[in-house]
């Protein structure tokens, strides 16, 4: 068992950590970013989610929890 295992060394180490650097810039020059579909519908998400979230904190149910919670804030004794 102790003739079959890998020693790791400072150079062995060095490599794997360049090997694994070389591939992440090769991955990364060929997806620079989004292209304008993705924009387009990236947008229109956080527009819905924006309008999703909006009527939810406008909602008379969400606003009576937050008025309460800032009355017992700030009624709280210390």
């Known amino acids: 068992m102790e003739g079959t295992r890998k020693v790791w060394t400072c150079g062995r180490l060095r490599q794997g950590v360049l090997r694994w650097a070389r591939v992440v810039r090769s991955s990364a020059r060929r997806d620079d970013g989004m292209v304008s579909a993705e924009y387009a519908v990236g947008l229109i998400a956080a527009v819905g989610f924006a309008g999703l979230l909006y009527q939810v904190v406008t909602s008379d149910a969400v606003q009576s929890a ?5 009355a017992k804030a700030l009624n709280g004794s210390f």
Not at 66 to 70: C, E, G, K
């Open 66 to 70: 937050l008025q309460s919670l800032v």
